[in-house]
């Protein structure tokens, strides 16, 4: 059940984009992200000229998906109408086929979870994205999500490229198959409520 495409699609809803717990997507969410996200990539400082880009580049994607998702034009935007929207636009696709928004928000999360900037995910900042939305109790867990996610290709580099995290990402949200190692972008999974 946790590794449903049905699952996957909310625990991105729940874990990536609803910031502030409400259920639902919405302006706030993107504001929040936008001072998150300055906050990661200044590893805690806080710069004023980061920030203005990332309230910038927030206010973009918050508009793109709600002209993409927000279906009734309230101003918020639902599990079930993000589903729909990826249904609609994602499933099927490649990361080059993805609307401007997700690719911009996939980028960007990539950006904050490579923590030292060397360009790749190894398996410590994996253990450090991955403790940000569960709770495990052994961290074997987490190693052994890696180890499925990556190929021997992956390991050998020392981590996931932007280009497979794009790649990995995409399946994730497009591809079915419960049991392509893209499953384990985010960790072992827990089913969302």
């Known amino acids: 059940m946790a590794y449903t495409w049905d699952n996957r699609v909310k625990y991105v809803v729940r874990y990536m984009y609803d910031i502030d717990n409400n259920g639902f997507l919405d302006k706030n969410d993107f504001e929040c992200l936008a001072v998150k996200n300055t906050l990661i990539e200044g590893r805690g400082e806080f710069k004023d000229d980061a920030y203005a880009n990332n309230k910038k580049i927030m206010s973009n994607l918050w508009n793109e998906i709600a002209e993409l998702a927000d279906f009734n034009k309230d101003g918020e935007v639902t599990v079930d109408e993000f589903k729909q929207a990826v249904k609609n636009l994602c499933c099927g696709k490649t990361f080059d086929a993805f609307p401007t928004c997700f690719k911009t928000f996939i980028s960007k999360l990539f950006c904050a979870i490579d923590v030292n900037g060397d360009g790749l995910v190894g398996v410590d900042e994996y253990r450090l994205d991955c403790i940000t939305r569960s709770a ?13 996610l990556c190929t021997d290709g992956d390991k050998k580099a020392g981590g996931i490229s932007l280009s497979r995290y794009q790649e990995l990402y995409a399946q994730f949200i497009s591809n079915p198959d ?11 999974l827990k089913v969302v409520q």
């Not at 049991?179 to 384990?184: D, E, G, P, R, S």
């Open 136 to 148: 495990f109790s052994d961290v074997k867990e987490i190693d052994d999500a890696y180890n499925k």
């Open 178 to 188: 419960e049991k392509c190692n893209a499953v384990y972008l985010f960790g072992p």
